[in-house]
T-cell receptor, first 112, second 114 residues
């Protein structure tokens, strides 16, 4: 049982480049979210989805796009990378209800 | 709106001493409450959660937390610290209705001194 799988684990981008961070879960969870983690700021919500075909913005959505064509996958797209997007990105998923979220192991992104 | 405050970005305890990590929340409706642990270069792992019922909840690795509605608190404790407890701990809230996402505090880094 893989849980939440994120790829890649590490990535270096040049300013202006675009890329997609992949996230897949095999637990049939309805809810999926993307967070970024920065020192001293905890985890901040970027985008989230409550089901296939439904997405919405979180606290810090600028510069990022998402889509959810299947229950399993929730990719995060950086449109034009900026140094301010240097961070560790976590994908998480949850059942509808009272449960906590299950997190992936993260993607460490550096934009130079 | 909801928010989470974790008092103390760094906490140091001696091995065998009590661990107390503080979390206070602000929410317009009763929330669900969670503690997560993050070991270096890893993702977040759920330690324990409070949804309804008994206000003292027990989690993994000997940790427990007590929901105190009157104090809007959900402090995390462990009677005796172990070296393996050194990690960063995050308190999080999730509303019972409407918003389904987790909102995190800024984290507390726990150091255990041998």
């Amino acid at each position: 049982n893989a849980g939440v799988t994120q790829t890649p684990k590490f990535q270096v981008l040049k300013t202006g480049q675009s890329m997609t961070l992949q996230c897949a879960q095999d637990m049939n969870h309805e809810y999926m979210s993307w967070y970024r983690q920065d020192p001293g700021m905890g985890l901040r919500l970027i985008h989230y989805s409550v089901g296939a075909g439904i997405t919405d913005q979180g606290e810090v959505p600028n510069g990022y796009n998402v889509s959810r064509s299947t229950t399993e996958d929730f990719p995060l797209r950086l449109l034009s990378a900026a140094p301010s997007q240097t961070s560790v990105y976590f994908c998480a998923s949850s059942y509808r209800g009272t449960g906590g979220y299950t997190f992936g192991s993260g993607t460490r992104l550096t934009v130079v | 709106a909801q928010s989470v405050t974790q008092l103390g970005s760094h906490v140091s305890v001696s091995e065998g001493a009590l661990v107390l990590l503080r979390c206070n929340y602000s929410s317009s409706v009763p929330p669900y409450l969670f503690w997560y642990v993050q070991y270096p270069n890893q993702g977040l792992q759920l330690l324990l959660k409070y949804t309804t019922g008994a206000t003292l909840v027990k989690g993994i690795n000997g940790f427990e937390a007590e929901f105190k509605k009157s104090e809007t608190s959900f402090h995390l404790t462990k009677p005796s610290a172990h070296m393996s407890d050194a990690a960063e701990y995050f308190c999080a809230v999730r509303l019972q209705t409407g918003e389904k996402n987790l909102f995190f505090g800024t984290g507390t880094r726990l150091t255990v001194i041998p």
